[in-house]
């Protein structure tokens, strides 16, 4: 065998082998010592630039090999930007694949039924898996970026589980959190009785806030919803605590008393008739249907027997002999 031939057949044979070895590379898992790997590649990266982006982030792999697949298997443009978690067994091949499809690594964040907005805000601030665009802005200035129909931020937002991919904006969490509460008011709206004394889908709103602060009870939401929709057809004062408890804001010490309830706040329902000015707090679905479904009832009065569970009264009389037997 000639010299040239025999350099086009070594050529040929070692061209194999290293595309025996690259195939195989591409099928075997990254080592990653156990341990899930963040990375991020940055919007507008090609191919190149992200392997090393990833190589960057501590993922032990090799970026010109890890380029060279993605152009090899046609995949080079379509990688998407994001941050990824590689988990341990993640194959090159899957690490591509993986980007192709946007699997993002995911983090949840969860809002509680009758949690006030403040809180969710702290929630939100708390969240390592975010990036925190809002920092610094007045509740008002949020409200700015999300609606031109509420200034207010407190009971507009639907408390729930939140998944997202991490290192969204947290102004992604604030505007989907704000629509699905506008979206579950508003189908409860289109179905209320329409004799029920409510002005707008926000006032009812108001009254869910005041259902979810009132019972622990899911089973007696419905019942304290009518309650108090007996109190406003009547004009009879709502007086009820938590309303209160949140117009003293921070002066709140986990008591109430008398002066409190003396003390005049716009969200004073012992002094002031009607609803308050705006939500106290982040209504669920149930409060939500309760108070745009309440129960049938002639009561107007309610008190806790002091197992969780109420007893409602028609009349003052029955409401004071209650309150002798369950509070005295």
């Known amino acids: 065998m000639g010299f040239i031939k025999k350099t086009i057949v070594t050529t040929i044979i070692a061209g194999a082998a290293a595309m025996a070895g690259f195939a195989y590379w591409a099928k075997q898992p990254i080592t990653t010592g156990g341990a899930p790997i963040d990375f991020t590649v940055a919007p507008g990266s090609s191919v190149v630039a992200a392997a090393q982006q990833i190589a960057a982030a501590g993922v032990p792999v090799n970026p010109y090999l890890l380029s060279l697949l993605a152009r090899v298997t046609q995949q080079a443009s379509r990688i998407k930007a994001g941050t990824y978690e590689l988990q341990p067994g993640t194959t090159p091949r899957r690490l591509i694949t993986q980007m192709v499809r946007g699997e993002f690594a995911q983090e949840a964040l969860t809002i509680i039924e009758g949690w006030t907005f403040h809180q969710m805000r702290q929630a939100v601030d708390g969240s390592t898996g ?19 129909d509420f200034k207010e931020p407190e009971g507009l937002f639907f408390p729930d589980t939140y998944l997202f991919a991490k290192k969204s904006s947290d102004l992604a969490i604030y505007k989907h959190a704000h629509q699905m509460m506008l979206n579950h008011l508003n189908a409860a709206w289109e179905k209320r009785d329409p004799s029920l004394p409510y002005a707008s889908p926000y006032q009812a709103l108001i009254m869910a806030s005041i259902v979810e602060k009132e019972t622990g009870q899911k089973s007696e939401r419905g019942m304290i919803a009518g309650v108090f929709v007996n109190r406003l057809k009547i004009g009879m004062m709502l007086q009820t605590d938590p309303t209160v408890i949140y117009g003293m804001g921070s002066k709140y010490d986990g008591k109430i008393r008398k002066r409190d309830l003396e003390t005049d706040t716009p969200y004073n329902t012992y002094t002031r008739a009607g609803l308050p000015p705006t939500p106290i707090a982040l209504p669920g679905l149930q409060s939500l249907s309760a108070a745009l479904g309440p129960a049938k009832t002639d ?14 009264s028609g009349n003052l009389n029955d409401h004071n002999k209650a309150v002798n037997q369950y509070q005295r």
């Open 130 to 148: 975010l990036r925190h665009d809002t920092a610094g802005l007045s509740d008002k200035e949020l409200m700015a970026k999300l609606s031109a």
């Open 299 to 312: 009561a107007l009065y309610f008190v806790s027997r002091g197992d969780g569970t109420s007893q409602f």
